[in-house]
Every structure is written in structure tokens, then in C-alpha cells.
């Protein structure tokens, strides 16, 4: 599976969320508040290439992030190490 900039956003707003709040979970309008955030200063950004929900459903079934119980996303061991890689790639 191809991650482009937005998947990495996304996995970076889970995990910056879990790290600075105790391990709680974000929930998805969280997320969804954060992601739109974070790409409006970028100004490369397109609407349609965002699809936040398209991506958060795409990055859960390659298994990159897990839905605790309906509580909220955090990621799984694959989306943790794909962070830290692309984070070393930076």
C-alpha cells in the first residue's frame, strides 16, 4: 500500500493525541478537526485528495491504526513503526 503525506498526517495526529493525553484515544471528530487544521497551512493541499474518511478507513484495514471498542483510533504496532520510519526518512 502506497502512504502518501496525508496518511502520515494522520497517523502523526494519533499518535501526537496519545502521547500528550495520557493514552487517552481520539475519537474521530478530534481527528477530523485536527487533520483539517494541520492541511490548511499546507498550500499544496486538494480538497479531493484529502478524503479524511476514505483514508481512516484505508489505513485501518491495512491494519495501521485500530478502533479500540468504538472509543476512539489508536495506532497499531505497523502504523507506529511507519511513522518512525518516515519520520527517520524526514
Known amino acids: 500500500m502506497m502512504i502518501d503525506k496525508y496518511d502520515y498526517v494522520i497517523l502523526d495526529i494519533i499518535f501526537t493525541f496519545k502521547k500528550n493525553n495520557r493514552n487517552q484515544l481520539i475519537k ?3 481527528l477530523e478537526a ?4 494541520r492541511i490548511q497551512r499546507d498550500s499544496s493541499y486538494h480538497t479531493q485528495s484529502a ?3 476514505e483514508r ?17 483510533y489508536t495506532l ?3 502504523g507506529k513503526e511507519e511513522l518512525s520510519f518516515q519520520e527517520v526518512l524526514a
Open 28 to 30: 474521530l471528530p478530534q
Open 76 to 78: 497499531t504496532k505497523k
Open 56 to 72: 481512516v478507513a484505508k489505513l485501518y484495514l491495512e491494519g495501521y491504526l485500530i478502533n479500540k471498542n468504538g472509543m476512539g
Open 34 to 37: 485536527n487533520f483539517w487544521t
Open 51 to 53: 478524503q479524511l474518511g
